[in-house]
């Protein structure tokens, strides 16, 4: 059982804002830790998204916000685009009993 | 550019060994903790260990630890698993990627990824 709990789908049409929601323990999220997001097309290298709660890597587009407090994350992407269509991964760092890295179960956007 | 190779997947029997590769390029391979995640078929990222730049430290999922090792050649830019006594639930694609951090830190999270290398342990 993941130590990030993530909705399996969620969908929005061309142009729409969608939110995808992280929910941590206190032995992740909880203990302060920061989430991180992951775009990922089967079949590619998964794609670092936001790192450090709210921070973009050079090169993705500002679409693409996150936020954190306390045991519960969010990413926001606002102006849908049908490139979007992904599975999207929370993740950080555990300290619970034999783990140190959890991913939360992944969310299928689909752009209708 | 920046890019990171696997290879080495393949079929083996329950009980059986395999050992994947990752090769790395444009970059400092020795400045870098590196991970291995895995894919398993229809389900979703799990991380399976990491290993320091200087390959002084590693750490392993608990459904790893005993079975796998990882190690690091910096010489060849190569990062290695040894998967022993494979398992059918040790089915699914595996990913190296690179730690976030620059030596001598790492953060435990991943700005580089692989496509991946599937192995299938079946009978």
């Known amino acids: 059982q993941s130590g990030l709990t993530q909705p399996p789908s969620v969908s929005g049409a061309p142009g729409q804002r969608v939110t995808i929601s992280c929910t941590g323990t206190r032995y992740n999220l909880g203990a302060g830790f920061d989430v991180h997001w992951y775009q990922h097309v089967p079949g590619t290298a998964p794609k670092l998204l936001i790192y450090?709660?709210?921070n973009r890597p050079s090169g993705v587009p500002d679409r693409f916000s996150g936020s954190k407090s306390g045991t519960s994350a969010s990413l926001a992407i606002t102006g849908l685009q049908v490139d979007d269509e992904a599975e999207y991964y929370c993740?950080?760092?555990?300290?619970?009993?034999?783990?140190?890295?959890?991913f939360g179960g992944g969310t299928k956007l689909t752009v209708l | 550019q920046v890019q990171l190779v696997e290879s080495g997947g393949g079929v083996v029997q329950p009980g059986g060994s395999l050992r994947l590769s990752c090769l790395a390029s444009?970059?400092?391979?020795?400045?870098?903790?590196m991970h291995w995640v895995r894919q398993a078929p229809g389900k979703g990222l799990e991380w399976v260990s990491i290993?320091?730049?200087?390959?002084?430290?590693?750490y392993y999922a608990d459904s790893v630890k005993g079975r796998f090792t990882v190690s690091r050649d910096s010489s060849k830019n190569t990062l290695y698993l040894q998967m022993n006594n494979l398992r059918t639930e040790d089915t699914a694609v595996y990913f190296c990627?690179?730690?976030?951090?620059?030596?001598?830190?790492?953060?435990?999270?991943?700005?580089?990824w692989g496509k991946g290398t599937t192995v299938s342990v079946s009978s």
């Open positions: 993740q950080a760092i555990d300290i619970g009993p034999g783990t140190y890295v959890v």
């Open positions: 450090a709660n709210n």
């Open positions: 990627a690179r730690d976030f951090g620059v030596i001598p830190d790492y953060y435990y999270y991943m700005d580089v």
């Open positions: 290993i320091s730049f200087d390959a002084k430290n590693e």
């Open positions: 444009g970059f400092t391979f020795s400045n870098y903790a």
